[in-house]
């Protein structure tokens, strides 16, 4: 079993719908961290979290940490929101990442 | 956010020649610098920590050997994939940054014919 685990691996939605990506851990963390990979490769960052809940624009990504589990949800999606989604989480410099969210957002 | 710049972003070689890729913190210092790969439609696979001034440590199962990690300044990581090979062909991303706050490079693709 992986040490952070994403579901699903793969979604397609019409723009405008609400998106949710949720991933779970089995490790001890100091910080959870929700990656944006677009076609070309590169990597953002998009959140770092510790505790309770964060926002930025369309974007809001809560964590649970008794549950050991995070969630990403994106509003109002648009067909530029269409990337891999990656959960990773770190412990200092140590840092896990899961599979990753394929998303499709059709127009 | 800080930022770290690969080059080159893509490289096609023969087999049997060696590839340098850089990895630079163009607005802090990094002691610590991390090499992955990427397979398609996979995460990133940690290869190896870089560290200023001393040896690199590689994660199990990676030659040393073949992936050459050099961390000569605070600001400069070098991977230097050796007597590449078809296989060797792969999408190299590194990051950098503090505990728990990493930023990372837009990524080299590697092509070896």
């Known amino acids: 079993k992986n040490e952070v685990e994403q579901s699903p691996q793969n979604l397609t939605a019409q723009e405008g719908e609400f998106i949710t990506i949720n991933c779970s851990y089995s490790?001890?963390?100091?910080?959870l961290h929700w990656l944006q990979q677009h076609p070309g490769g590169g990597i953002v960052s998009l959140f770092m979290?510790?505790?309770g809940k964060k926002k930025h624009g369309r974007l809001i990504a809560t964590i649970n940490i008794q549950e050991k589990h995070s969630s990403l949800h994106i509003t109002a999606s648009h067909p530029r929101d269409s990337a891999v989604y990656i959960c990773?989480?770190?412990?200092?410099?140590?840092?896990?990442f899961g599979a990753g969210t394929r998303l499709t957002v059709k127009p | 956010g800080a930022v770290v710049s690969q080059h080159p972003s893509r490289v096609i070689c023969k087999s049997g020649t060696s590839v340098k890729i850089e990895c630079r913190s163009l607005?802090?210092?990094?002691?610590?610098m991390f090499w992955y790969r990427q397979f398609p439609k996979k995460s990133l696979m940690l290869m190896a920590t870089?560290?200023?001034?001393?040896?690199?440590?590689?994660e199990q199962g990676v030659e040393k050997d073949k992936f050459l990690i050099n961390h000569a300044s605070l600001t400069l990581s070098t991977l230097t994939v050796t007597s590449a090979h078809p296989e060797d062909s792969s999408f190299y991303i590194c990051?950098?940054?503090?505990?728990?706050?990493?930023?990372f490079g837009p990524g080299t693709r590697l092509t070896v014919l």
């Open positions: 607005d802090f210092q990094a002691t610590t």
């Open positions: 990773a989480v770190s412990f200092g410099y140590d840092m896990r």
């Open positions: 870089s560290n200023e001034g001393s040896k690199a440590t590689y």
């Open positions: 979290l510790s505790s």
């Open positions: 490790v001890g963390i100091s910080a």
């Open positions: 990051s950098g940054g503090e505990p728990n706050t990493q930023y």
